[in-house]
């Protein structure tokens, strides 16, 4: 029998997902239809149990209901309360609903397919929203000598920050405080959306650094020709959506699809787009 998932979103029409998993599925042969659902604004919880009763498995979550499906879980994994959010929906055989959040991980896999080593590097995190609490967990598990988070409103970073102290060395604050060399420096706000730049120092990084937007697009944002003009090597976050789609595939299949022919496919679809 066919298994059935979806990404939850509102708009979702946009979303890769789909094509994502049905490449996955293809790899090894799987059964399995995955759509795109617009959920209503007011009830995630009633459309992910529709979804159920018409023999969904799991579901991936996009914006604006990660916290709506933190919300309605059953169990959480550790990340997922720490991020306060939820991205991939599990309907275990007891018809408990399971709750992960696999952005954090998906970026770290990503970095690590670039060859950035995360173990003693000095990483700064702009933005302060939940795109970065998503992926502060993660990053901490690898051990780095720092973890900086800026924020254009500072008391955030610091909140931030404060909720991640118990994992190891995080500091939040304003832009102003920020203080290079990084080796990593991840862009997690939404400014590029808007084409601006946060206000950064010139000597931001370190010699080899990385420059990572978790964003996309067919050109590469401001964020990252800003870090190309100040020496460092810019990667945007396509790779890290191919990644966390590949870890919410495990949870579903138990199966690791194999993500590099996955991310040329869309890479060059993006291209042309
Ligand atoms: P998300 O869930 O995508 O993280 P969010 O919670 O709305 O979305 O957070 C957006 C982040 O981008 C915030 O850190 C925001 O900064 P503030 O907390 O000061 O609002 C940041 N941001 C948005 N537009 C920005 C801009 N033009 N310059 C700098 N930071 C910006």
Same mark, same amino acid.
């Given at each position: 029998?066919?298994? @059935?998932?979806?990404?939850?979103?509102? =708009?979702?029409?946009?979303?890769?997902? =789909?094509?994502?998993?049905?490449?996955?599925?293809?790899?090894?042969?799987?059964?399995?239809?995955?759509?795109?659902?617009?959920?209503?604004?007011?009830?995630?919880?009633?459309?992910?149990?529709?979804?159920?009763?018409?023999?969904?498995?799991?579901?991936? !979550?996009?914006?604006?209901?990660?916290?709506?499906?933190? @919300?309605?879980?059953?169990?959480?994994?550790?990340?997922?309360?720490?991020?306060?959010?939820?991205?991939?929906?599990?309907?275990? *055989?007891?018809?408990?609903?399971?709750?992960?959040?696999?952005?954090?991980?998906?970026?770290?896999?990503?970095?690590?397919?670039?060859? !950035?080593?995360?173990?003693?590097? @000095?990483?700064? !995190?702009? *933005?302060?929203?939940?795109? !970065?609490?998503? /992926?502060?967990?993660?990053?901490?598990?690898?051990?780095?000598?720092?973890?900086?988070?800026?924020?254009?409103?500072?008391?955030?970073?610091?909140?931030?920050?404060?909720?991640?102290?118990?994992?190891?060395?995080?500091?939040?604050?304003?832009?102003?405080? /920020?203080?290079?060399?990084?080796?990593?420096?991840?862009? *997690?706000?939404?400014?590029?959306?808007?084409?601006?730049?946060?206000?950064? =120092?010139?000597?931001?990084?370190?010699?080899?650094?990385?420059?990572?937007?978790?964003?996309?697009?067919?050109? =590469?944002?401001?964020?990252?020709?800003?870090?190309?003009?100040? *020496?460092?090597?810019?990667?945007?976050?396509?790779?890290?959506?191919?990644?966390?789609?590949?870890?919410?595939?495990?949870?579903? @299949?138990?199966?690791?699809?194999?993500?590099?022919?996955?991310?040329?496919?869309?890479?060059?679809?993006?291209?042309?787009?």
């Amino acid at each position: 029998m066919t298994d @059935r998932y979806c990404v939850f979103g509102h =708009p979702v029409g946009h979303s890769k997902s =789909p094509v994502i998993h049905a490449a996955f599925a293809d790899q090894g042969g799987d059964d399995i239809e995955y759509v795109a659902i617009e959920a209503p604004l007011d009830d995630f919880a009633g459309a992910w149990r529709r979804f159920v009763a018409e023999g969904g498995r799991g579901a991936n !979550v996009t914006v604006p209901f990660k916290e709506a499906a933190f @919300r309605l879980c059953d169990t959480l994994s550790e990340r997922a309360r720490r991020a306060g959010a939820v991205n991939t929906l599990v309907l275990g *055989g007891n018809g408990l609903t399971y709750g992960d959040t696999t952005d954090g991980i998906g970026l770290v896999h990503d970095l690590k397919r670039h060859g !950035v080593e995360l173990a003693r590097a @000095r990483i700064l !995190v702009l *933005g302060a929203g939940g795109a !970065v609490r998503g /992926v502060l967990e993660p990053l901490l598990a690898e051990e780095p000598a720092s973890l900086r988070v800026a924020n254009r409103t500072a008391a955030k970073a610091e909140a931030l920050a404060a909720d991640f102290r118990d994992l190891g060395e995080i500091a939040g604050g304003g832009f102003d405080a /920020v203080a290079g060399p990084f080796d990593l420096v991840i862009n *997690g706000t939404s400014a590029s959306l808007a084409g601006d730049l946060p206000p950064l =120092p010139d000597d931001l990084f370190a010699p080899g650094a990385t420059a990572y937007d978790m964003m996309y697009g067919a050109e =590469p944002t401001v964020f990252l020709r800003w870090a190309a003009e100040h *020496g460092a090597r810019g990667v945007d976050g396509l790779g890290m959506l191919v990644e966390q789609a590949a870890e919410s595939f495990f949870q579903w @299949r138990g199966r690791r699809p194999d993500t590099a022919p996955v991310l040329e496919r869309l890479r060059q679809a993006l291209s042309v787009s």
